[in-house]
T-cell receptor
Framework: GENVEQHPSTLSVQEGDSAVIKCTYS??????FPWYKQELGKGPQLIID?????GEKKDQRIAVTLNKTAKHFSLHITETQPEDSAVYFC????????????FGAGTQVVVTP | ETGVTQSPTHLIKTRGQQVTLRCSSQ?????VSWYQQALGQGPQFIFQ???????GRGNFPPRFSGLQFPNYSSELNVNALELDDSALYLC?????????????FGSGTRLTVV
């Protein structure tokens, strides 16, 4: 089955700097890659996603890149703010069958003022 | 438009007992999935329900079972609770024909087994 690895497990950045989180997946059939932000006491919230027919997607300060050949995708957060502090999860899914999300282990991001 | 709501928010049970967790889907969503999130880990897929039937299951034993009702709400039942069942249980809903648009997650039920 699909296996998603996520690095780093923790990331500390100064406010205003950029943060990058990287994930790799094992199943070449995966074609949908969402990123979730989870704050303490809350469920995961979708922040951005990318499909396998797209190499890059950007939404304001957040961008995601996908390299299908290498089977890895990355989340980039620019101009980080204290409210970006949270746990971020990458996930992979095959959308032409029932939709099981395979999550990475998560990255704890801490943005210090 | 209401989001995904789960109840209760917290629950403490004794090993060997049974528990039922509840989930109301987001308006317009007809598919419900359940995930288990152990402390410090990513969510793990338990199963998915569509049209009141289970149509996908992860690596969880049969003592984990579920139901989906005609209004698309859902229940997760766990029998013979074990200490390792302590976790945050997340419900997520989606529109089946738009799976690639992703899920909406609830805030979860924190289950503690003692």
């Amino acid at each position: 089955g699909e296996n998603v690895e996520q690095h780093p497990s923790t990331l500390s950045v100064q406010e205003g700097d950029s943060a990058v989180i990287k994930c790799t997946y094992s199943d070449s059939a995966s074609n949908y890659f969402p990123w979730y932000k989870q704050e303490l006491g809350k469920g995961p919230q979708l922040i951005i996603d990318i499909r396998s027919n797209v190499g890059e997607k950007k939404d304001q300060r957040i961008a995601v890149t996908l390299n299908k050949t290498a089977k890895h995708f990355s989340l980039h957060i620019t101009e980080t703010q204290p409210e970006d502090s949270a746990v971020y999860f990458c996930a992979a899914m095959i959308t032409d069958s029932w939709g099981k999300l395979q999550f990475g282990a998560g990255t704890q991001v801490v943005v210090t003022p | 438009e209401t989001g995904v709501t789960q109840s209760p928010t917290h629950l403490i049970k004794t090993r060997g007992q049974q528990v039922t967790l509840r989930c109301s889907s987001q308006s317009g969503h007809n598919t419900v999935s359940w995930y288990q999130q152990a402390l410090g880990q990513g969510p793990q897929f338990i199963f998915q329900y569509y049209r009141e039937e289970e149509n996908g299951r992860g690596n969880f034993p049969p003592r984990f079972s579920g139901l989906q009702f005609p209004n698309y709400s859902s229940e997760l039942n766990v029998n013979a609770l074990e200490l390792d069942d302590s976790a945050l249980y997340l419900c997520a809903s989606s529109r089946t024909e738009l799976l690639s648009y992703g899920y909406t997650f609830g805030s979860g039920t924190r289950l503690t087994v003692v």
